[in-house]
């Protein structure tokens, strides 16, 4: 956001932030970082506003455990990646839409899966590449738990029996949405020079 709409946007609110304000400043030096925020300090005092303690900190997020988290991201040793708390409620949503005792079609599975992959693969789409191929295993593992149980075969769909019988060909064949594949094609040149 622009200087000049973060001015607009204070002055028509009466120099009130939304309720929820989470400022990053991103600063070349660490004395200009420190400036920073002896000047937001000051103006949020004179504002009658204070930041959080617990969550206010200066660090280099090019340096491994300095980093910060902002907009489901985190920034960290010179990578993005997605925050913990992100990947956990797309798992809790993935595993809501296959519940293995449901008696669903993994057809129809799939198609309600998509949509989900797909929106959280458009938000995520810049996050480091590792985060990508474990979500799709870990689609892929509870795809074959659900088949195992309409075989009436107890597990969890992670033996090499499974990935035989399923292998992940048969879950593109049905259309399942993988991300890690979406990354590689977004990564490739558009000029068409591999």
């Known amino acids: 956001m622009s200087g000049d709409v973060q001015v607009r946007i204070c002055e028509h609110l009466r120099g009130r932030f939304p309720r929820v304000t989470r400022p990053v400043v991103l600063c070349r030096s660490r004395e200009e970082a420190q400036s920073a925020l002896a000047r937001m300090q000051a103006w949020l005092t004179a504002n009658g506003l204070t930041l959080h303690p617990d969550k206010t900190h200066l660090g280099d997020c090019r340096v491994d455990g300095q ?34 005792n449901t008696g669903n079609s ?28 474990a979500i ?22 992670h033996c090499q029996r499974d990935h035989k019988q399923w292998p992940n060909a ?11 594949e979406a990354h590689k094609l977004a990564r490739q040149s558009r000029c068409g020079n591999n």
């Open 67 to 100: 980093g910060f988290e902002f907009l489901g991201y985190r920034f960290e040793g010179g990578k993005r990646w997605v925050r913990k708390k992100s990947l956990m409620s797309l798992r809790d949503k993935i595993r809501a839409k296959t519940k293995r």
């Open 106 to 133: 993994i057809e129809y599975v799939i198609a309600s899966l998509n949509p989900t992959l797909k929106g959280w693969y458009g938000y995520f789409q810049h996050a480091h590449r590792f985060t990508f191929s």
């Open 136 to 157: 799709d295993g870990f689609v892929r593992r509870r795809l074959r738990a659900m088949l195992r149980k309409q075989k009436h075969r107890p597990g969890q769909g």
């Open 170 to 180: 048969f879950f593109a064949d049905l259309g399942l949405f993988t991300m890690s």
